[in-house]
């Protein structure tokens, strides 16, 4: 089995935000121990004594407002915290790849981007499950339950029953999403820093945290199929999501 785990960056009914994220990583099920003990190594360079207290959320690293990020008064410092979150990565099996879709959200004002963007990786996600070796292969998505979750597990269920609306039925993603606390799961958290990431760079056009993700997106025939950008303002947008696909 494949896990999807997920989580969002940017808020869908703040004005003063351009995007809105979905992102995070698809991991074989045999892996999840593996990564989730890098990310409990790192928590122990911070925090010996407790490293179990240690949450991993990119935002509030960043601002270094809380503990125990108050205790890094070096911006820089911080930074470097949220890229190595996001290196934990560089040694795990090529079927760990990563996800997000972005949403330019005065591009669709008629849509709820949150419904819109899990519908989207929902979708590549069974896509990627399809295209492996085994092809009944399953899948399953799991979300941090401070995320949307009342309106994505009625889209999910709906999806179950008719499909996405392009017709599509995702066969291989069993059940709705499964709702955990991010502070029990290391993955949950990494998902929050791959979110942050995506949103940086679409938001603020700034790259220091997407350089460090961009050759884990799910990548075939040279197409990123693991990256969306959904947005009608430039139509010759150069990021990796559009112009592998021109």
Known sequence: MYLLYLDDSGSPGNTNENYFVLGGICIPETSVRWLSNVLDKLAESIDNNQPEKIEFHAAEIFRGKDHPW????DKKERKEIIQNVLCSMKNAYPETVIYACAIHKDSYPQENPVLMAYEDLA????????????PHQKGLIILD???????????????????????LQLRNIIEVPLFIDSHASRLTQLADHIAYAVFRRYEANDLTYFNC????????????HGLSHKQKITPSCSCPACITRR
């Open 70 to 73: 108050k205790n890094f008064p």
């Open 123 to 134: 979708s590549r996600f069974n896509m990627y499950l399809q295209n492996l070796n085994d």
């Open 145 to 167: 339950r401070s995320s949307y979750e009342t309106g994505l597990q009625i889209l999910a269920h709906n999806i179950r029953k008719g499909g996405t609306r392009w017709g």
């Open 213 to 224: 993700i961009e050759d884990r997106f799910y990548k075939k025939d040279n197409i990123i």
